[in-house]
């Protein structure tokens, strides 16, 4: 085709270095953090390496295999799972950047960055290629995880090996039958009298969960130890080597794990997605037995605004790229003067053009001040004092279903926008855009549904000690339209609006304590509250860019104005549906569709 | 993989045949059509056995290789395009029913089927495999232009062979550099000094535009003969076959049209889409100079609620599968009952999937409305007295574009809703949800993107003839409210409500002809009217299913009251933003994106 080959991926339309460290550096006020002990080694300088190394090894090292991966999806053959080779000379690169322990202590090998620094060098790895960040994301997850919780010894042997990057990590919680509702978890785990356990069960959907990328892969096992009572609170966790580890943390034969077979996904391809067998395998017990999915909510939190991330990492990506086409692709003429003569003019002149850019922008802008304000949270709770780490610990659990879900809803509508920015380009596999699509709608999907963050929100959150979260959650909304220049004073009117209704439904809707009635419509809850939180993100965006000069500048206030005049106003619909306490979906009889 | 072969696709999950009979005859009265003299051969009778042997052909025929013409997608080798077998043998199906000529005259060969009818029989090919439908309906498609306005000779050389299924058709507008701007289409066209031309120039997104399916390829090309002017005025149409046709009908050698490539899709995949190369290939004149737009707005306005009936016939098998899904898959507890002893119920029990299933059922149903409503317009504009006809030409024009729009978009939010109902299941190729997904993305591209729809909807069908073309819709609107039993008039109310705030805001926009801000929002507009029309299908058929008893008659009522509470309520914010004028997107400084 002529139009076949376009033009290369380069650090300029995977992600904006300068709109990272506006948010960085102008709104959020991390050069601060280096006054604490933790982060005393560092200061802006520091911070600004490991984003650039980030930007260059996400360019050479994941950006150029990003096709590749998707259209050589990873094979299953003699028991295993084959990876295009690129994946493996990413990973060295990734590692030897030191950012796999970018959030560790020095004592553990690692950075010791803040963690909203950590989060901004890793949204470059997501937005050039989602399927290879994939792993790291989940090796540094398991590990922090087994850092947190795990008995010295295990950390030693598995940990140390992850942050060196020679073993992976993965989750492994859901089971054919049991996706969303962990409480059916049937893997069992027997005591070998050992101290140690023997595993056996079926485990799905396992990202990374098996490959030949690594000396071993370190799986995250939810299982019921014997005799232990149904649902959630018989669940414990276990490390499950794919090969047993001796004491020297060298690999030796096979445990008992094997791969059954792969998924064939949509997008996302170059992850590899797994049906495992765990039978008899030997598994060690991390902490104590039925405490095993609130250890496994730390990892799920983080990976919850992980994918919140990737989500805004592949919406971000998608628009740079249409921003770019869109000034380069010629085409028709402005309505206002249809002079067939009259040179035809690139497509960003046409209105409907810019709307979708727009609203993109607004929607990955948005997405990404939100994704570092909920990093920022993580370092506050860290190392903060201790009411503003209780603080921040509230907020960000308050935050977390919104983080998820948010971005992978509307990051993904910004990769819709780029393939009908494209038009029938974007359609095609010649174009990077339509991948983009693919692999973000795996967002809402993963890492828990958007149904299941809306009753996360509205049916714990929202409820949880009376209230607070949901009140410290306002409280800080509010604090932004205080603090507004006066013309922004609109957008804080608006802003406070928004609150108040969202604190008069919710009232509304607990007001008879019955659940199925309250949590009905929870989805449209978590899109009302969701695009709240993103207004206020844009609110604090143009407060910080007030008084600035400059089109950057003038970009951050206008897409301001965009969410608040287009966007927010969509609250009003789920609002009034939340109000109307419309029970037609909990009433209806299945016969009837 | 365990659960890698899901249940094979049958007349069950493709389409309803329920919900067809309701439509034609219990909401359309389509069995009227047969006192008029064109269809006085037919009765329901004949009607019935076609929609039956429809299904069966979809079920067995194209149903069947769906998932592999989307896996083995067309190769482009030896110059030419190869498309596995399982296609040829669906159309030799086709053409064996008699639908190819279903609508056309008794002494062409075709059937004279009411246009209505015949469009609820092809939504069966449709669903059952978009890919494959493309190819008769680009041929009936091109046959019924050429019928209406090519040289009989021409008609007897190449409509005879199409009818026959011998040949089939293209339509070639876009070039590489003319998509949706058709006023910079360069294809030069020279008169031979025989009456013929010589085509020579390159045309993009060819659907059908290459294969070895047929004796040869009917293309109808748009073209600008020596000394034509600039812009669409100067464009005029070709018949240019891929091989030399004698008199006898007979395909000869080529004709100077080459395959250069074929275009790699996200979807419809199945479907060759081609780029071409025509040079000094032999054309005949269809019409006068001059007109060719004008003719191939015939063709692109069927094609236009095609590509609708399309999205909503994607949509329909997305939602049957899904539902069949949520009534087997068993997974977790009813909130208000959380037990971990009970056991799990089907996820149809859950409100959010039932909230998604609902919502989709609202999109694809009213979809289907529509377009049979819209269909039922042709025949009223061939078959009824000459004030009927009048009224049906103009009430059509005004909502192709929404036709055209509304599905494209709301029926692949179904699709969407498919995937998220299957879970991680439905992100898998292993479950055919994705890929109606993927093939769904095409629809509100070609044929005219969704901004082109919004700026013909708004531009030219709201002002044509003095706003006759709104006044009508608004007048039809109105009926049906009045029309509505006492029971519904809570919807009727919001109806007209609706509408007179669509007079409204439109007046507004037009006041003081400044078309640059009049259409600055015209996606919203297109928006609004969407949902605005598709409300009134839906207060249709609660009234057509009103005093009816049953499951089927309970989901019209409660789907039109989910349209109603859930979904009209869109159309304020929309208006609200019409209203504001908004010159934000026109204003904007390019260099703040």
Chains 1, 2 share one sequence.
């Not at 206008?558 to 009003?572: G, M, Q, S, V």
């Amino acid at each position: 085709m002529p139009e076949r080959e376009t033009a290369v991926t380069t650090v300029s339309n995977i992600l904006s270095q300068r709109d990272l460290e506006f948010l960085l550096y102008e709104w959020l006020d991390v050069e601060s953090l280096t006054a604490r002990p933790r982060f005393a080694e560092h200061s802006r300088e520091t911070f600004d390496a490991f984003l650039q190394v980030s930007a260059q090894i996400a360019e050479r090292e994941f950006a150029t295999h990003n096709k590749r991966g998707d259209t050589e999806e990873p094979r299953f053959a003699d028991g295993k799972a084959h990876v295009i080779p690129e994946v493996k000379a990413a990973l060295t690169a990734f590692n030897e950047s030191g950012l796999l322990a970018g959030g560790l202590d020095a004592e553990d090998g690692g950075l010791q960055l803040p963690h909203v620094v950590h989060r901004a060098c890793f949204a470059w790895f997501q937005a050039a290629n989602i399927a290879t960040s994939a792993y790291p994301m989940l090796t540094m997850g398991n590990a922090n995880l087994l850092r947190t919780y795990a008995a010295p010894e295990h950390v030693a042997r598995f940990v140390a090996p992850m942050v060196e990057g020679r073993f992976t990590g993965t989750m492994c919680l859901s089971e054919p039958q049991a996706g969303s509702s962990l409480s059916d978890v049937t893997t069992r785990a027997v005591p070998a009298g050992d101290g140690t356990y023997r595993i056996t069960g079926s485990k799905m959907w396992i990202s990374g969960g098996d490959h030949e990328l690594s000396e071993t892969i370190v799986h995250l096992v939810l299982a019921r130890a014997a005799g232990a009572p149904p649902g959630v609170k018989g669940l414990s966790l276990f490390i499950v080597p794919k090969h047993v580890v001796g004491p020297d943390g060298v690999p030796g034969r096979r445990n008992g794990v094997d791969l059954v077979g792969l998924n064939h996904k949509m997008g996302f391809r170059g992850t590899t997605n797994a049906a495992l067998s765990f039978t008899d395998s030997e598994g060690f017990l991390v902490g104590e037995e039925g405490r095993g999915l609130a250890y496994m909510f730390q990892m799920m939190n983080a990976a919850r605004i992980g994918v919140g991330a990737g989500a805004v990492a592949l919406g971000y990506t998608g628009y740079l790229h249409a921003l770019a086409y869109a000034r380069e692709r010629v085409q028709g003429r402005p309505v206002a003067g249809k002079d067939p003569a009259a040179p035809p003019v690139p497509i960003i002149r046409h209105p409907d053009v810019r709307r979708m850019l727009l609203a993109s922008k607004t929607y990955v802008e948005g997405g990404l001040a939100l994704i570092l304000y909920a990093a920022r949270l993580v370092d506050e709770q860290h190392t903060g004092d201790t009411a503003e780490a209780a603080e921040a610990a509230l907020l960000l659990d308050m935050l977390t279903p919104i983080v998820k879900a948010w971005p992978s809803r509307w990051c993904l509508k910004a990769n819709d926008h780029a393939i009908q920015v494209h038009g029938g380009y974007g359609y095609t596999r010649e174009y990077p855009v339509e991948q983009f699509y693919r692999d973000n709608r795996l967002n809402p999907i993963h890492e828990g549904t958007d149904g299941i963050q809306g009753l996360d929100l509205l049916g714990r959150k929202v409820t949880m000690r009376d209230g607070a979260g949901l009140s410290l959650l306002v409280g800080k909304i509010r604090e932004a339209a205080v603090r507004a220049p006066a013309e922004l004073g609109w957008m804080a009117e608006r802003l406070e609006a928004g609150c108040a209704r969202l604190v008069e439904v919710t009232g509304k809707l607990w007001s008879d304590a019955d659940p199925t009635t309250a949590l009905a419509n929870s989805t449209a809850y978590l899109n009302a509250a969701g695009h709240l939180v993103v207004a206020w993100m844009w609110l604090e965006q143009a407060t910080a860019a007030a008084g600035r000069e400059g089109a950057f500048y003038d970009g951050k206030r206008l897409a301001a104005r965009y969410f608040f005049a287009h966007e927010l106003p969509r609250t009003t619909t789920w609002f009034d549906l939340l109000e109307s306490r419309d029970t037609l979906l909990a009433d209806l009889d299945d016969a009837c569709l």
